[in-house]
């Protein structure tokens, strides 16, 4: 009896480290981390943020309590719209705002302006 609760506790304690270990993270991005999610064929998705973009603002909000949730896997990587010319050059993007989500290298999922939690949670699991 005492061994089958120590086997129910531990599992207890245990399944949410484990959980959590596949659950969004939010990391700022540079082309080394999307190229090894990419070449893993990791789902990984790009979130073009700028410090002065009202809709930016409410997108981290967002994201934020995405954090650490299990049913929103996968990493977000948070691009710096005013210093990161380069990505946005080599993936045609125009504004901030913009959410791009990829499985492996394969994109998903475009969009821009969206704030509605639901949506952005859809958008982030779409490559699941």
Known sequence: M?????????????????????????????????????????VVSLSFFAKWCSTCLMQEKVFQSFKGDASVPGTLLVVDYDQSRQIMKKLRVSAQSTLIVFKGPVEIHRSGGITDPRVLRATLQSAH
């Not at 120590?6 to 082309?31: D, Q, R």
Request: net charge positive.
């Open 2 to 42: 005492k061994s089958g609760f120590i086997k129910t506790g531990l599992i207890a304690v245990l399944l949410p480290l484990s959980v959590s270990a596949w659950a969004l993270s939010i990391e700022p991005y540079t082309p080394e981390k999307l190229l090894k999610r990419q070449n893993a064929g990791e």
